[in-house]
């Protein structure tokens, strides 16, 4: 079940990812960039941002996000340990991928220092504040 839930907010926010890979052209004296390669959050943002309902943006930067966040959303399953605690803990049901995509572009245009983050991990650090996990409660102490 914890794997459904994961699924769920996973997904849209891999979508996000998938739209930083609009990037402008080098300018004189910048090393070119690889395809795909984002600088930072605020990068993936701005492509996660772009309306759904225009053409550019329906099957470019709207798709890039999506498939970037539900690919960062997949290896990160695919990597984890079954037995590892979780590093986020998404709500049943879970978030529509638009739901997310608003949530994430409004967290990383918050703050300064979220837009300056890694895109990848701007995912993980997002979904870590929006959705944390319940910390269990202690043990109690015997007398």
């Given at each position: 079940?914890?794997?459904?839930?994961?699924?769920?907010?996973?997904?849209?926010?891999?979508?996000?990812?998938?739209?930083?890979?609009?990037?402008?052209?080098?300018q004189a004296g910048q090393p070119a960039r690889e395809a795909g390669e984002l600088r930072s959050a605020a990068e993936l943002a701005r492509i996660c941002a772009a309306e759904s309902n225009t053409a550019v943006g329906q099957y470019y930067e709207y798709g890039y996000?999506?498939?970037?966040?539900?690919?960062?959303?997949h290896y990160n399953r695919a990597i984890t340990p079954a037995n590892a605690p979780p590093i986020f803990c998404a709500p049943s049901p879970a978030p529509t991928f638009e739901a997310m995509r608003g949530?994430?572009?409004?967290?990383?245009?918050?703050?300064?220092e979220n837009g300056s983050m890694r895109a990848i991990e701007s995912v993980f650090a997002f979904l870590r504040t929006e959705y944390p996990c319940p910390t269990p409660p202690a043990p109690a102490r015997r007398r």
């Amino acid at each position: 079940m914890r794997a459904l839930i994961a699924a769920g907010i996973v997904y849209p926010v891999l979508a996000l990812a998938a739209l930083a890979q609009t990037a402008p052209p080098p300018q004189a004296g910048q090393p070119a960039r690889e395809a795909g390669e984002l600088r930072s959050a605020a990068e993936l943002a701005r492509i996660c941002a772009a309306e759904s309902n225009t053409a550019v943006g329906q099957y470019y930067e709207y798709g890039y996000c999506f498939g970037y966040t539900t690919g960062a959303l997949h290896y990160n399953r695919a990597i984890t340990p079954a037995n590892a605690p979780p590093i986020f803990c998404a709500p049943s049901p879970a978030p529509t991928f638009e739901a997310m995509r608003g949530k994430y572009v409004a967290w990383v245009n918050a703050a300064p220092e979220n837009g300056s983050m890694r895109a990848i991990e701007s995912v993980f650090a997002f979904l870590r504040t929006e959705y944390p996990c319940p910390t269990p409660p202690a043990p109690a102490r015997r007398r």
